[in-house]
């Protein structure tokens, strides 16, 4: 099993400029999640998704924008890039069980200069 | 809000010693669900235990244990048999019961074991 796949693995972009942070799982999870960790600091929550066409805010959504027309994909939208968005990013997903643990992406480091 | 705390930002433990990192947190809720992950320096969140608030007995998985007291709201993991291996950043985190399946995050410890 692939489980949750993210790319790319580095970026970096200059700011002002606009990417977007792909995310794909093949457990068909309904739960969805784009978590933002900076340096030495634990993972807030960016947005996140309880099924497709569903969406909603995290603890941080500001600068970003997601997307979930698909169960498997929820890709992350980054307009008018900044230099507080240098960061790592995780995409997550779980099962509906209320007990069922996290399946993290390996994570993209981004950096804006 | 829920909020998880972990006031240990860096611990060591000599290796075949044994550690206990400390978690608490924060909720008026009586059902929700508590994790330990760990993220070695290849930056992989790694899930090493995971407790249900219902259960009284705590969980257990090899050499990681925990001590959940519901009442002083307290989740600590005792890593028993320390090796270089568990060296990493370890996380405790919390999910409600209630609403929605979202994790929140304490701002984790870092673990170094010593040789």
């Known amino acids: 099993n692939a489980g949750v796949t993210q790319t790319p693995k580095f970026r970096i972009l200059k700011i002002g400029q606009s990417m977007t942070l792909q995310c794909t799982q093949d457990?068909?999870?309904?739960?969805m999640y784009w978590y933002r960790q900076d340096p030495g600091m634990g993972l807030k929550l960016i947005y996140y998704s309880v099924g497709a066409g569903i969406t909603d805010k995290g603890e941080v959504p500001n600068g970003y924008n997601v997307s979930r027309s698909t169960t498997e994909d929820f890709p992350l939208r980054l307009e008018l890039a900044a230099p507080s968005q240098t960061s790592v990013y995780f995409c997550a997903s779980n099962g509906d069980t209320y007990n069922s643990p996290l399946h993290f992406g390996n994570g993209t480091r981004l950096t804006v200069t | 809000a829920q909020t998880v705390t972990q006031s240990q930002p860096e611990m060591s433990v000599q290796e075949a010693e044994t550690v206990t990192l400390s978690c608490t947190y924060d909720?008026?809720?009586?059902?929700?669900?508590l994790f330990w992950y760990k993220q070695p320096p290849s930056r992989q969140m790694i899930l090493v235990i995971r407790?249900?608030?219902?259960?009284?007995q705590n969980a257990t998985e090899n050499r990681f244990s925990v001590n959940f007291q519901k009442a002083a709201k307290s989740f600590s993991l005792k890593i028993s048999d320390s090796q270089l291996g568990d060296a990493a950043m370890y996380f405790c985190a919390y999910r409600s019961g209630n609403a929605g399946n979202m994790l929140t995050f304490g701002g984790g410890t870092r673990l170094m074991v010593k040789p």
């Open positions: 909720t008026s809720e009586s059902d929700y669900y």
């Open positions: 457990m068909n999870h309904n739960y």
């Open positions: 407790q249900e608030a219902y259960k009284q």
